[in-house]
């Protein structure tokens, strides 16, 4: 393990002792796994997938004989994308894809027969992303060990449709070690508010002290792992922009480079 590795692992170590002298067992038997930039990587220009993505929403319509005007359908559906992320960052409710198509559908005055089009939609808007993700090299292989090594192993990712974080979870082979799968879409709320980590506590009925989140974003993943009362590590493999904004507010318990570097920290902490 590197020296980072360790000299970041400390704090939490201390935490864990300190809350075991309180007659707690703190071992760590369930992590929990965010999605993107930590189990898988994004192989591509964001902006352009999502943008061929819109267009390519646009014409399967068209393909469907839906007489609609194109270009207004595309500029209202990313406005309402973009009204939407705003309103659940602000607030912490998931707006999920489907009523974003709706109200662009409505704003491009839509004939009634392409609303019952919409899941199908969807799924033609998210194809240029859904191909760009791309498991890390270790991820299969770190999941397996931690398997082995007797932990619980779920995911929770804050994502706009469900559908796309299951579909994404099959294809990268890591179903069989993740359960439960929980999307933001699906629950309602997104991290870091504490009720979708609540919920996998729930399921797995472990205290929030004996199970780990492991994530990219300190302000989704660190900060809901605190305000749970887990600890977080952060992994920087392909770490979050948004993390500079709260480099010196939100400390996770520790730091790691690559996934393969969990495991022997886990260890460490036993």
């Not at 930590?38 to 646009?58: C, I, P, R, S």
């Not at 194809?127 to 498991?135: D, H, L, N, V």
């Not at 504490?194 to 990219?216: I, K, Y």
């Not at 974003?217 to 709260?246: C, F, K, Q, R, W």
């Amino acid at each position: 393990m590197s020296a980072e590795v360790w000299r970041q692992a400390a704090p939490l170590h201390c935490y864990l002792m300190d809350t075991r002298n309180q007659g707690l067992d703190n071992r760590i038997r369930g992590i929990i796994f965010d999605l993107g930039g930590t189990l898988m990587y994004f192989d591509g220009d964001w902006d352009e997938k999502a943008h061929q993505g819109t267009v390519n929403m646009a014409a399967f319509f068209r393909r469907k004989r839906v007489q609609i005007d194109e270009a207004m359908l595309v500029d209202a559906f990313k406005a309402a994308r973009r009204a939407g992320w705003i309103q659940a960052t602000r607030g912490g409710r998931e707006v999920t894809c489907s009523p974003s198509m709706w109200t662009a559908l409505r704003e491009a005055e839509a004939p009634p027969e392409a609303f019952a089009l919409v899941p199908e939609a969807v799924r033609v808007y998210f194809g240029p992303e859904e191909a760009a993700w791309k498991p890390y090299p270790d991820a299969k292989a770190t999941l397996k060990r931690l398997s082995q090594q007797g932990c619980r192993l779920g995911l929770l990712s804050n994502a706009t449709d469900d559908a796309l974080i299951q579909r994404l979870v099959n294809r990268l082979e890591l179903r069989p070690w993740l359960s439960p799968v929980f999307a933001s879409a699906n629950l309602g709320c997104r991290k870091p508010l504490r009720e979708p980590f609540d919920l996998v506590l729930s399921r797995w009925n472990l205290p929030a002290t004996s199970v780990l989140m492991v994530g990219d974003t300190l302000n989704a993943d660190i900060l809901g792992a605190h305000n749970t009362g887990m600890p977080g590590v952060l992994i920087t493999a392909d770490e979050s922009l948004s993390n500079h904004e709260h480099r010196e507010t939100i400390i996770p318990d520790a730091t790691i480079n690559t996934l393969s570097d969990l495991p022997p920290l886990i260890d460490a902490w036993r």
